[in-house]
């Protein structure tokens, strides 16, 4: 009888199902659940299920880093890949190396779940848009110096307001390497202040072509920009999460420079349009100046100053008369009042109660006394009488019943 050991039955089961060529490069559908993503390592561990069964899955972080979406629960999917048993376990499992949303497009799926993330965290709300500049100095371009999007933005610039600098900074618009390199211009042009407003864009293309423009670095780099930034992918009905978080979307590349600088030729027109309301309103003013002028100067005042001096006269003699007779009987009014003023002081005054016959009695101190309890036998007390003190000592008192 043959032994075995549960490491070479294991083996076994791998070396049958792998020496299976039918199961080395198969396509499979179904329902991710129990998703873990392993963030150091960056595999990717879920199940793939559908009505009646359920296989384990992985997906090593080389093909995860490819994938343009986030997988998650619920989602269903169509992968690419091999079938195998993991001997350790025992348990055989699908090896995925590649990913696509079922039904529905990986770029789609990715733009969908980035936008939602994004505008979750505010980066799309409209308090945080930043006013363009009336008449910017320095435009700066961020885009492939190749393509006819650059050549449309810098005729219709210097068409438009070619007193602007332009600042331009190419760069790759597609491929691999093209989110890094808009994520630096971005950047770049912020740390050295170089523009005033900054114009970055492409010219159409398809949902490939248009990728990196929704890329989340780029994203974050446009919502921390200091300058305003006007977005500008594709044709009209191209959107982007660039144009979603920019400050403002231009349909157009060429859009996008007209909205960037105003155009001079309607600015010489509004400056000829305001020149002209001001000679014509200092016209005005000049010829109502004129009409003030010939009216004094045709006054009598002026023509015969003499003829109007005997008037002039009459009246402020007339006017100093009124005065100075409100200012007598405002004199006499009040010597009126003074005196009944004084009268009823002098018929208040103590003097005058002492000429009737009364006298103010006061001890050593000079305190007045007004009772017989506040004296005492032998007290030296002052009487002031009408004409003059008696100084006088206290024999007896004696109190009213």
Known sequence: MRVLSVTQINYFLKSLIEGDGRLTDIYAAGEISNFTDHYRSGHLYFSLKDEKSVIKAVMFSGAARRLRFRPKDGLRVIVRGRVSVYEPSGQYQFYVEEMQPDGIGALNLAFEQLKEKLSKEGLFSTEHKKPLPAFPQRIGVITSPTGAAVQDMMQILARRWPAAEIVFCPVLVQGDDAPKQLTEAVRRMNQLN??????????????????????????????????????????????????????????????????????????????????????QAAERLLDYNRQRLDTLASARVLRDPAAVLPDRKARFQAVTQRL?????????????????????LDAMSPLKVLQRGYAIVSDANGKTISSVQETSIDDKLSVRVKDGQLYVSVLNTEKDT
């Open 194 to 279: 170089c523009a005033d407003v900054i114009l970055i864009g492409r010219g159409g293309g398809s949902a490939e072509d248009l990728a990196a423009f929704n890329d989340e670095g780029l994203a974050r780099a446009i919502f921390a920009s200091d300058i305003p930034v006007i977005s500008a992918v594709g044709h009209e009905t191209d959107f982007t999460i660039c144009d979603f978080v920019a400050d403002l979307r231009a349909p157009t590349p060429s859009a996008a420079a007209e909205l960037a600088v105003p155009d001079q030729t309607e600015i010489r027109l509004q400056l000829k349009m305001q020149t002209e309301r001001l000679r």
């Open 324 to 344: 100075l007779a409100a200012g007598m009987q405002k004199t006499m009014s009040e010597k009126e009042n003074l005196a009944a003023l004084s009268a009823r």
